[in-house]
Every structure is written in structure tokens, then in C-alpha cells.
């Protein structure tokens, strides 16, 4: 079979600072995200404003993954408003961890903040992860505590998961372990620099090394609009990694 690699389009602009601001991305993977998309964009315009106040350069970079509903309309009627704002999106549906490799790929800044636009990943972290980026730390991974909607079955097989990996990789992944993660410029040019096709981001960022911390947080069930992650592609990125 014929391997297709994803098309991207509607990017704007390069991405390249050319001040001596920081510059901190802040992309998100996105799908079919109607009825939450607004309620996020406020979030990391908020964010966003922080880091600004701060004398830091943001950009919001979305990948939309194929969306079938308006969601890919209402972010350029955002990007329109706020140059901030970058939106690409490929030609349809290639799956979560295939936009998350985009915008690693698209991503040229100082730090790199990877996050769902589902608000399952609380924005109100970014300012946190970046104080610990400016410390020092070259990589920030947040590591899930609680699920208000989780399931037992679903606790259960995600510590199952883990554990077998942890057991039988010398890359140790912590449970809870989500892909959301802030990366420097130098971790981030380590991992795009890793050849692999089939991408586990939480195993890849623990194989790379550097100075790493971990941040704790909870899901709130009033951010999760619907069920995304089928049990299908979680098992399929269960056996890729």
C-alpha cells in the first residue's frame, strides 16, 4: 500500500523570529472541534496576553487534521482578527499524532507548547511551563493526575499500557503521561532530527534526554465536548510506540 504523507494547507506565513524577543508556539492539533473551538481560542488568547506582558513573541499555530464540520471557518475568521493566529490544515484526516508531527515540523521558535484543543489540556498551565522553561529546563511534560469522566476500564488499561511498555523499553514513560509538553529550541530540533515515521511523542521526548521536569494536571469533564480518542487509534498508538 501506497504510504501518503499529509498536505498541508492555508499556512500564512514562515514562522521565524527576527527580533530578540522570545518566541514561544503555542500549537494545538484540532478536529472537528465546532461546538469547543471558541471557548479554547479565548483560553489561549489569555494565555497568550500573559506571556506578552511578560516581553515575550507568541504564536498560535492550529493544525486542523481534516475537520468535516465549520471548525476550519471559524479559525480563519480568528486568524483574520488576530495575526497571532496561524492555521493550517491538511488535506483531510490523518490522525492526531500525524498534526502533532506538523506542527513540530512547522514550529520555528524558541520553545515549542504542544496542547489539545479539546481544553482537555487546561492552557492555564502554559504561563507555569514557561517560567520552568526560562529556568532552565529544556523539556515541561505534563503528566495527568485525574479524568472527571474516565472510566475504571480506561484507568485501568492506561496504567496496563505503562507498565508493559516501561517493562519492556529501556525508555521509561511516566503513567499519565499526555502529549502535552513544552519543548526548547534545542530539544525540539533533537526530535524533529529523529527519523521515525510511526511517532509515540511521549516515548520519543523520554529517549532524546535533556533537563526535564513534570507538571501534574486534571481534566475537567465541563472542557470535553465528545468522545475523540476511539478505542481503534488508541490501540494503534499503543502498538506504534
Known amino acids: 500500500m501506497e504510504v501518503v504523507e499529509p498536505l498541508l494547507f492555508f499556512m500564512d506565513t514562515i514562522m521565524t523570529s527576527t527580533t530578540t524577543q522570545k518566541h514561544v508556539i503555542i500549537a494545538s492539533p484540532c478536529y472537528n472541534e465546532e461546538e469547543g473551538i471558541e471557548a479554547f481560542i479565548r483560553a489561549i488568547q489569555i494565555e497568550a496576553g500573559k506571556l506578552e506582558a511578560a516581553g515575550m513573541r507568541v504564536t498560535i499555530l492550529i493544525i486542523d487534521d481534516g475537520s468535516t464540520d465549520r471548525v476550519l471557518e471559524i479559525l480563519h475568521e480568528h486568524a483574520d482578527k488576530d495575526s497571532r493566529i496561524q492555521v493550517a490544515a491538511f488535506s483531510r484526516n490523518f490522525g492526531h499524532q500525524a498534526a502533532v508531527a506538523a506542527a513540530i515540523e512547522i514550529a520555528d521558535g524558541d520553545a515549542l507548547i504542544i496542547l489539545d484543543a479539546d ?41 496496563l499500557f505503562y507498565k508493559i511498555f516501561n517493562n519492556l523499553s529501556e525508555t521509561r514513560v511516566p503513567d499519565g503521561a499526555a ?63
Open 119 to 159: 481544553l482537555q489540556h487546561p492552557p492555564e498551565h502554559i504561563s507555569e511551563m514557561v517560567e520552568l522553561w526560562e529556568s532552565g529546563y529544556d523539556i515541561v511534560s505534563m503528566v495527568r493526575k485525574t479524568t472527571a469522566s474516565q472510566s475504571i476500564l480506561k484507568t485501568f488499561t492506561s496504567r
Open 179 to 241: 502529549d502535552f509538553f513544552l519543548l526548547s529550541q534545542d530539544a525540539h530540533n533533537a526530535l524533529k532530527a529523529m527519523p521515525e515515521y510511526h511517532h509515540f511523542w511521549r516515548g520519543m521526548i523520554s529517549w532524546i534526554g535533556f533537563r526535564r521536569c513534570y507538571i501534574e494536571f486534571s481534566s475537567l469533564e465541563r472542557f470535553i465536548w465528545k468522545l475523540k480518542k476511539k478505542k481503534k487509534k488508541m490501540l494503534r498508538m499503543a502498538f506504534d510506540g
